[in-house]
């Protein structure tokens, strides 16, 4: 399989290398709510400067966390 995009993605693989669930592409729009959260969480600049990316929807982190609330069931595998 080949995967080309602009920016990040990212897919779940089990033990196997079997993908858990869909890609998703840094396009994906399904966390909007998610920046403002990191960055009641966490210094916005702290966190760019151990990552080198702005906090936003696009950023790897913000897919993780929404999985993480809507699919424990792929990040637990």
């Known amino acids: 399989m080949a995967v ?3 920016g990040e ?3 779940f693989l089990d033990a196997q290398e079997k993908p858990l669930c869909n ?3 840094y396009l994906d729009d399904r966390c909007p709510d998610i920046p403002a ?3 009641q969480k966490t210094d916005p600049y702290a966190l760019y400067l151990q990552t080198g990316l702005s906090n936003n929807q696009m950023f ?3 897919r ?3 999985l993480r609330k809507n699919r424990p069931d792929v990040v637990e595998r």
């Open 64 to 66: 993780y966390l929404w």
């Open 37 to 39: 959260w990191i960055a």
């Open 9 to 11: 993605a990212m897919v």
């Open 60 to 62: 790897s982190l913000c």
């Open 4 to 6: 080309s995009t602009l």
């Open 23 to 25: 890609g998703i592409v």
